[in-house]
């Protein structure tokens, strides 16, 4: 558990890093063409909305910890690891590799896919049923739209092809 201080001040550090990214990393690496037809077109434009939301994170994660109320000077916290999390975090590694490898054969959306679901499983979320709908159908959306809409290329798999 961190103090209320360590809290604010990963809370100020992470809205520096933001602001630091949306006022001189984007403007000043990230080449825009003057005219976009459709704003979120833009190439920072999708930039722009993480850096902004990052730095409301930040504001949030200040705020509160600021607003809470104060901790006892001694908190006992127990930090082992149990048997059940070091597999968890075991199998959330072997994913991590099973992702890295199979992109370039099976594609952006059948790896995104298949990850979501596993670590859904992992996860042990309640409502398996929406999550897995949201595997399939997330992943599919956003391949439509950034290749018919947005005319962007998402990496194919070797093995089975989208339209």
Do not use: H
Request: glycine share 8%.
């Amino acid at each position: 558990m961190l103090s209320r201080r360590d809290e604010i001040l990963i809370g100020l550090g992470v809205m520096v890093l933001a602001a630091f990214t949306l006022w001189w990393i984007i403007p000043n690496f990230i080449a825009t063409p003057r005219r976009v037809p459709i704003k979120a077109l833009s190439p920072a434009f999708w930039p722009k909305i993480i850096a902004w939301v990052v730095l409301i994170c930040g504001a949030a994660l200040t705020l509160r910890a600021a607003l809470a109320p104060k901790t006892p000077n001694a908190v006992a916290d127990d930090l082992s690891v149990s048997r059940a999390e070091g597999l968890r975090l075991l199998a959330l590694g072997a994913i991590l590799v099973g992702i890295y490898f199979a992109l370039p054969i099976l594609g952006m959306v059948w790896v995104c896919m298949i990850a979501f679901a596993l670590l859904l499983l992992l996860s042990g979320g309640g409502n398996l049923g929406w999550g897995l709908v949201t595997a399939v159908v997330l992943p599919l959306a956003l391949y439509f739209f950034f290749t018919k809409v947005a005319g962007v290329a998402i990496p194919q798999g070797q093995i089975v092809r989208l339209p």
